[in-house]
């Protein structure tokens, strides 16, 4: 690890919360490029930073891995040595479109390009572009449904629970949660 991005590291270790760290990234210029309203939840700087361009209101889970290198080819080269393989790394740029989310435990392979308004689901392994208006899902991801649809349906079925701010759900809200939850799974056992 160098030591300008150990340091970098460190710093974004320091940081506390994602739009600070994603303030952080973009004042230093550490990626290869950064839009407005991102936010940058990996508190460790990735391998070749300047490989990967985050465009307007991304948000990065903290578990997520965005990797623009490889090492299979190094790999290959030493376990089979008389193949004549050339060892080494293989890089690749990433470019993340306009209004994504990826969630946790995702991994963004290098050479791949995600298109606006998508969301990457928990633990899905991105290997090739991700089309526009889409989401994501599995090992290797596939598209399992269209972002404008599910933003329909978060809006239509969210109308009327109430935002709370650090996590504290009052007791008759948490009970008037759970009689709706009951209702709706005895209905459906019928």
Not at 36 to 45: A, Q, R, S, Y
Not at 73 to 92: I, T
Not at 94 to 103: R, T
Request: hydrophobic letters at 40%; proline letters at 6%.
């Amino acid at each position: 690890m160098t030591f300008k991005r150990m340091y970098h590291s460190v710093r974004m270790l320091l940081s506390r919360g994602d739009y600070r760290k994603a303030k952080y990234l973009k004042k230093h210029n550490l990626l290869g490029g950064m839009g407005d309203n991102c936010k940058w939840g990996p508190w460790l700087l990735p391998l070749y930073p300047e490989l990967i361009v985050l465009h307007n209101n991304v948000c990065v889970h903290k578990t997520c891995h965005i990797l623009t290198h490889d090492m299979i080819d190094a790999f290959l080269k030493r376990a089979m040595p008389d193949a004549g393989l050339v060892s080494g790394e293989s890089l690749g740029p990433v470019e993340i479109g306009d209004n994504v989310y990826i969630s946790m435990d995702a991994v963004i392979m290098p050479n791949v390009s995600i298109g606006n308004n998508c969301i990457i689901s928990a633990g899905a392994v991105v290997t090739s572009d991700v089309p526009e208006n889409s989401i994501v899902a599995g090992n290797p991801a596939k598209v399992v449904g269209r972002f404008d649809t599910y933003a329909a349906f978060r809006k239509m079925f969210n109308k009327n629970n109430p935002v709370f701010r650090n996590q504290y759900l009052p007791p008759e809200i948490a009970e008037e949660a759970w009689e709706r939850f009951r209702k709706k799974h005895n209905r459906a056992k019928k």
